[in-house]
């Protein structure tokens, strides 16, 4: 980056009072322009001589540049009685939208109509998020907390790695991780399913990529390769399915084209996964394992066989109340354990389950003391 001009002579004592006064207000005029120029070019350009991050924006880009992108078409400042087609983009106040239903516009702007793209204001850039293009959660197959084997049959919940389900309990696929990646092969005969939040979907068209042999569809769309298009209605929950093959790095973003698989920080995605399924059990730890580890423990309040409480606050939001908790013995069982008589306690049940935890109930054993260390694991899931 350029440097701002610093001035090293004083010039005041020479060539006369007047004169000398008269170069320090010329250099000092200069070094203020320079240090203008220097200081709005760090504006939009690094150290490293690439622009500034998130220094562009949609209404400053030209009509051949949204027509590339897409066949966005600006028309400048929303306005009232107008024709809008899909995919034209206006600013209204500080915001860049892009018309997502044709309408012509009435007396207000209204944002059913409109996807909004970011700031119209410069200055206002400094507070967008970067975007998460992948509507796709675990398409790297990077999570499963059910610790899925490879090969095994499938629950009565369906589900092996996280977000991802057969279509019938018993059913069976494999899987291998080479290098970060994980691939899936679905046998003949099968397929392997997600179900997209429709919370996670607004309505347009939606490019669906992945990489490998099998072919996939988008809703009750056809099969087909990797690039398939689709419509999404925003707020409709939309199933992404792929027939016997291999599969890998899966992507469903919004438009027509589909670009590079977006890696997302392990912990991150593991979290985006926790809104459908948690446990108590350690990552790699599957659910029935005997094992204290992670295990929810709470304090005994009665002696002997009498009603004990403990609840469970969950690390992520569920998307609803769990429809299923099952609750496991860290030693051996599907009952709360009381770790210091070293016996099982009975009538687990659970109460006031909601989206953010539930409450545990047990009766105690007959060893049961005041002060016992009581424990047991848990799952959770509201998987859709």
Same mark, same amino acid.
């Given at each position: 980056?350029?440097?701002?001009?610093?001035?090293?002579n004083?010039y005041?004592?020479?060539?006369?009072?007047?004169?000398?006064?008269?170069?320090?207000e010329?250099?000092?005029?200069?070094?203020?322009s320079?240090?203008?120029?220097?200081?709005?070019l760090?504006?939009?350009?690094?150290?490293?001589?690439?622009?500034?991050?998130?220094?562009?924006?949609?209404?400053?880009?030209?009509?051949?540049?949204?027509?590339?992108?897409?066949?966005? %078409?600006?028309?400048?400042?929303?306005?009232? !009685?107008?024709?809008?087609?899909?995919?034209?983009?206006?600013?209204?106040?500080?915001? +860049?939208y892009?018309?997502?239903?044709?309408?012509?516009?009435?007396?207000?702007?209204?944002?059913?109509?409109? %996807?909004?793209?970011?700031?119209?204001?410069?200055?206002?850039?400094?507070?967008?998020?970067?975007?998460?293009?992948?509507?796709?959660?675990?398409?790297?197959?990077?999570?499963?907390?059910?610790?899925?084997?490879?090969?095994?049959?499938?629950?009565?919940?369906?589900?092996?790695? &996280?977000?991802?389900?057969?279509?019938?309990?018993g059913d069976?696929?494999?899987?291998?991780? !080479?290098?970060?990646?994980?691939?899936? +092969?679905?046998?003949?005969?099968?397929?392997?399913?997600?179900?997209?939040?429709?919370?996670?979907?607004?309505?347009?068209?939606?490019?669906?990529?992945?990489?490998?042999?099998?072919?996939?569809?988008?809703?009750?769309?056809?099969?087909? &390769?990797?690039?398939?298009?689709?419509? !999404?209605?925003?707020? +409709?929950?939309?199933?992404?399915?792929?027939?016997?093959?291999?599969?890998?790095?899966?992507?469903?973003?919004?438009?027509?084209?589909?670009?590079?698989?977006?890696?997302?920080?392990?912990?991150?995605?593991?979290?985006?996964?926790k809104?459908?399924?948690?446990?108590?059990?350690?990552?790699?730890?599957?659910?029935?394992?005997?094992?204290?580890?992670?295990?929810?423990?709470?304090?005994?309040?009665?002696?002997?066989?009498?009603?004990?409480?403990? @609840?469970?606050?969950? @690390?992520?939001?569920?998307?609803?109340?769990?429809?299923?908790?099952?609750?496991?013995?860290?030693? @051996?069982?599907?009952?709360?354990? &009381?770790?210091?008589?070293?016996?099982?306690? +009975?009538?687990?049940?659970? @109460?006031?389950?909601?989206?953010?935890?539930?409450?545990?109930?047990?009766?105690?054993?007959?060893?049961?003391?005041?002060? %016992?260390?009581?424990?047991?694991?848990?799952?959770?899931?509201?998987?859709?």
């Amino acid at each position: 980056m350029p440097t701002n001009y610093e001035q090293i002579n004083d010039y005041s004592d020479e060539l006369g009072t007047t004169h000398g006064l008269h170069l320090d207000e010329d250099f000092t005029a200069v070094a203020s322009s320079i240090t203008s120029v220097t200081e709005s070019l760090a504006l939009v350009q690094r150290g490293d001589g690439r622009l500034q991050d998130v220094s562009v924006e949609i209404h400053t880009l030209s009509q051949d540049v949204l027509n590339l992108l897409g066949g966005f %078409n600006r028309r400048g400042l929303w306005a009232t !009685a107008t024709a809008y087609a899909v995919n034209d983009i206006v600013s209204e106040g500080k915001y +860049t939208y892009a018309c997502k239903t044709a309408h012509t516009s009435g007396g207000a702007f209204d944002d059913t109509y409109w %996807n909004q793209f970011g700031f119209t204001d410069g200055a206002a850039s400094a507070y967008l998020r970067p975007v998460l293009k992948n509507c796709i959660i675990n398409g790297n197959f990077q999570v499963n907390q059910r610790a899925y084997v490879s090969g095994a049959a499938v629950g009565t919940g369906l589900y092996g790695h &996280d977000r991802w389900k057969m279509a019938a309990s018993g059913d069976t696929y494999t899987y291998a991780t !080479a290098l970060n990646v994980t691939t899936v +092969t679905i046998p003949a005969g099968k397929v392997l399913q997600q179900v997209i939040e429709g919370n996670n979907l607004q309505s347009g068209m939606y490019t669906l990529s992945w990489t490998g042999t099998a072919q996939g569809k988008i809703g009750a769309g056809s099969y087909g &390769d990797s690039g398939i298009t689709g419509l !999404a209605v925003g707020g +409709t929950d939309l199933t992404i399915e792929f027939g016997p093959g291999t599969v890998s790095l899966v992507q469903f973003e919004a438009g027509a084209t589909k670009t590079a698989f977006e890696f997302r920080p392990h912990g991150f995605e593991e979290l985006l996964c926790k809104r459908y399924y948690e446990k108590s059990y350690n990552a790699a730890t599957a659910p029935g394992t005997a094992t204290t580890d992670g295990s929810l423990a709470f304090i005994a309040g009665k002696a002997g066989a009498l009603s004990q409480y403990g @609840s469970v606050k969950f @690390s992520v939001e569920k998307r609803a109340t769990p429809t299923t908790i099952t609750y496991y013995s860290p030693g @051996s069982g599907s009952q709360v354990r &009381d770790y210091t008589a070293g016996g099982l306690c +009975t009538s687990t049940t659970t @109460s006031s389950a909601g989206a953010s935890g539930f409450d545990l109930t047990c009766t105690g054993n007959v060893a049961t003391a005041v002060g %016992n260390l009581l424990r047991v694991h848990w799952t959770a899931e509201a998987e859709l």
